[in-house]
DNA sequence: TCTGGGGTCCTAGGACCC
DNA sequence: TCTGGGGTCCTAGGACCC
């Protein structure tokens, strides 16, 4: 038996999202927005052509956008989510070491007695992918993670061919692929380190693949070293099947419009905190340390800006919701000045242990396990009934502040209210 | 009017200690 | 003349990822 590690990744996923429930979308631009309906985060191959990039502001490319019968959506991460997890169980069946790398990929370990079959496994991982839940994706596959992502890669691009799995394990097809990919387009290797291998000639994923691994190191550190070792074939990242705990947990946006009192200060932070809280519960943690940010629009170059944060350590780590909201309500009233038009404010909770191995504290009087009911509760009727049924009284009712979200479609998966219907 | 959010890992440098 | 050396721990910031 022989082994090669599959790379996943879906076609500019969040836009294939949509366009699962709106078929009539095909073949038009259609791109999906970030948060706050800020900026381009997927576009569609058609919106690609008509020249709108990764990260465009929105309020920038409308006009033009829209005008050549371009389709915008604000992000819909339910909906996407939902998807997500239904892909990863289509893949499960493929092999039992699944890596779920990010919403929209993941590494799989196959396993087969030749080459070819290897191969063959690669195409029905994507052809099943695509019928069954009906999202396009390319396969690359390769010894190590690096040369998968690699694979990956040229698949997109149609290297080789357009039939969207690429295998990069015979090394004459290996060395002819990398001499071809540009070494910004590593895994890895981020502007930063690239204009450093510039300098030295190293120009393409063969020229580090090729590279003096000390030379590597000294150039880019430990990080560099690796992927130069990966891409020559050396495993160094181990795939990871079981999803570490989380070592912090954050929750930061950008306001609707800028903020400029206390009072809607105070409950956003409240807000985020209450959230973040809710996370931290989900995934069975408790923090220690809270942090609050808040800062004006760096783009407003009229206003006068600021920016700050504040720490507090906690007497004792706490998945409470009250214990957070009044940590980082004290937090950002610190850091409050009056004046200012705030653009974003965040809510940061590190210093996370498992929940059930909390430090207790001698100065505690905290009634432990009446909190864990009452937050179990809580978090049990915004489950059924739908986030946000309930909330703490600080975090606010009227919300002006509250990010845009103007073209979100229906979370067509997950809400009975909101199935698709069909008619005649 | 309007420019995302949430992570991880590594490194350099300071504080502190013996 | 000559002003230690090596270890640990912590933190801030850099770099990168999706």
Known sequence: MISGLA?????????????????????KPVIVLSNNDGCAVARSQEAKDLGIKMGDPWFKIRTEYTRAGGIAFSSNYTLYGDLSARIGDVLGTFSPD???????????????????????QARAMRSMVQQWIGIPCCVGLAQTKTLAKLANYGAKKRLVDSSGVLSLLQVDQRQA?????????????????????????????????????????????????????????????????????????AVTRSFGRPVTSWADMEAAVANYA??????????????????????????????????????MQLAEQSADSRVLI???VVLAGRIWRDGYNFSKAGVILADLVDA??????FLSNTDRERAGV?????????????????VPGSAGVRRQWAMRAERRTPRYTTQWAELPVVRA
């Not at 560099?224 to 705990?245: F, K, Q, Y």
């Not at 995934?283 to 504040?310: C, E, I, K, L, W």
């Not at 059930?356 to 504290?361: P, V, Y």
């Open 177 to 249: 692929v990398m001499a071809r990919v540009a070494i910004a387009d590593v895994w890895g290797v981020g502007p930063a380190s690239a204009t450093k291998l510039a300098a030295i000639g190293v120009t393409t994923a063969a020229d580090l693949a090729a590279l003096d691994r000390r030379r590597a190191r000294q150039l880019l550190g430990v990080v560099g070293e690796r992927t130069a070792a990966e891409l020559a074939g050396v495993a160094c990242l181990p795939l990871e099947l079981a999803a570490s705990a989380p070592q912090g947990c």
């Open 98 to 120: 699944v890596e779920t790398y990010s919403i929209d990929e993941s590494f799989v370990r196959l396993t087969a007695m030749t080459p070819a079959a290897l191969i063959d």
């Open 356 to 361: 059930d191995r909390i430090q207790q504290s």
């Open 326 to 328: 009044d940590a980082a």
């Open 374 to 390: 009452l937050m179990e509760t809580m978090d049990r009727i915004n489950r059924t009934m739908g986030a946000g049924t309930i």
């Open 274 to 311: 209450t959230r973040a809280a809710a996370k931290l519960r989900r995934n069975r943690r408790a923090a220690g340390v809270v942090q609050v940010f808040m800062h004006t629009s760096p783009f407003r170059t009229a206003d006068t800006p600021y920016s700050n944060s504040a720490v």
């Open 7 to 27: 790379l996943i990744d879906m076609n500019n996923f969040y836009v294939s999202c949509e366009r699962l429930f709106r078929p009539d979308l095909q073949g």
